[in-house]
Each structure stands twice: as C-alpha cells, then as structure tokens.
C-alpha cells in the first residue's frame, strides 16, 4: 500500500489552522496513525485509529478520515509543534510511512 | 512508562554484519508484536520488520528479506535484528518500537554506519 503525503512542507504562523493529508493506495479502513518527529527525537504517536487522540497530546491535534482519504489538522499552531508529521498504515504488512510534511513556523 | 533501550550500533564495512539488540521494560514483553523501523540520515521513515508475540509471525520490508533477521527472546524481554550483507544504503538510525497495529511507543534509537 503506497501512502502520499502532503505538501512536503509548509510555513504557518502561530494561531493558524494546519491541515496534513495522506491518501492510501486501497482502502485501509481506518488503520491509520499520524506521527510528529522532532530533529534527532524518535517519533511520538498523535492519534490513532484515524481519529482516537493518543492520550497526552494536546487537543488541538485532530485525524479524520477513513477508506483512502486521511486528514490530520492542527486547530491552532504553536510554537513546540515545528516538526515533520508522518502517516503510517496498519492495515496490512509492509507497514508504509508517508513520505512526511515539515512544518515550520513563520 | 514503557521502556525500549537499543543497543549494539556503530560503523560497519560494506558486506559486513552487526546486530541489534532492543531492551523492552515495564511493560508484558510476551504479549506484544515488536517492530523495527530505520531512518536514513535527512530522510523519512521507513518499517524494516515486524515480529509477533510469540515469534511466529514475522515479516520484512522488501529491501531487507534474506538480509535481516528479526528474533525476540521473550525470557530476556529482548527483540534482536540480525543484519548480513550490509550496503551503504542500510545507514540508518534504527528503532524499535512496540506495536499494537500501529507503533505506540519507541526508543531513542541507535546509529548504524555502513562505510569502509
């Protein structure tokens, strides 16, 4: 299952609204998971389940979605949320990431 | 806290072997799948391997399969990956990570350099 994320990268000032989208190659349900990656940090689970908010992370991280069409969005841009966000797809073995989207603050 | 500690990196000639070791704690080792995911430098993510509970279920990303070997020892709370004939394009970070379909927790990694 291929997963194509985008952009690849974005610039946004604090307070504005984020949106991330991961299209699948075939339906993978909802069997989808939106990473964030901080530089030399392993990657951190944000939500799961497509939707389910992974407990600890702050509210305005949000995932929609399901079938082929992913969505991953941040209400309210802040500062500490500069990094670079990955899908995975757990529907099925290989498990693929998406390619990534950096985001940068203005 | 779930803890998984990797060990066993470093530099590496082309064609050769090394294998890493990832120290899981805290949590019932035996009934979770576990996987190892890499990054190369400047890039993304990418799955390598996945092994079950009870090692049965294994699988590998194409660009490893009869390379990589992945193993656990679940009475050491271990997870191994074995890697033979190792290529330049195998320099990674390497994690382990523990995984309930998706990977919910990771550790902090390990450098594997493939140069002569």
């Known amino acids: 299952i291929q997963m194509t994320q985008s952009p690849s990268s974005l610039s946004a000032s604090v307070g504005d609204r984020v949106t991330i989208t991961c299209r699948a190659s075939?339906?993978?349900?909802?069997?989808l998971g939106w990473y964030q990656q901080k530089p030399g940090k392993a990657p951190n689970l944000l939500i799961y389940?497509?939707?389910s908010l992974q407990s600890g992370v702050p509210s305005r991280f949000s995932g929609s979605g399901s079938g082929t069409d992913f969505t991953l969005t941040i209400s309210s841009l802040q500062p500490e949320d500069s990094a670079t966000y990955y899908c995975?797809?757990?529907?099925?073995?290989?498990?693929?990431f998406g390619q990534g989207t950096k985001v940068e603050i203005k | 806290e779930v803890q998984l500690l990797e060990s066993g990196g470093g530099l590496v000639q082309p064609g050769g072997c090394m294998r890493l070791?990832?120290?899981?704690?805290?949590?019932?080792?035996?009934?979770?799948?576990m996987s190892w995911v890499r990054q190369a430098p400047g890039k993304g993510l990418e799955w390598v391997s996945s092994?079950?509970?009870?090692?049965?279920?294994?699988y590998y990303a194409d660009s490893v399969k009869g390379r990589f070997t992945v193993s656990r020892d679940n009475s050491k709370n271990t997870l191994y990956l074995q890697m033979n004939s190792l290529r330049a394009e195998d320099t990674a970070v390497y994690y382990c990570?523990?995984?309930?379909?998706?990977?919910?927790?990771w550790g902090q990694g390990s450098l594997v350099t493939v140069s002569s």
């Open positions: 092994i079950g509970g009870s090692g049965s279920a294994i």
């Open positions: 389940a497509a939707s």
């Open positions: 075939q339906d993978i349900r909802n069997d």
């Open positions: 990570a523990r995984e309930v379909g998706l990977l919910d927790d």
């Open positions: 070791s990832c120290a899981a704690s805290r949590f019932t080792f035996n009934l979770y799948a």
């Open positions: 995975l797809q757990a529907y099925n073995y290989p498990r693929t």
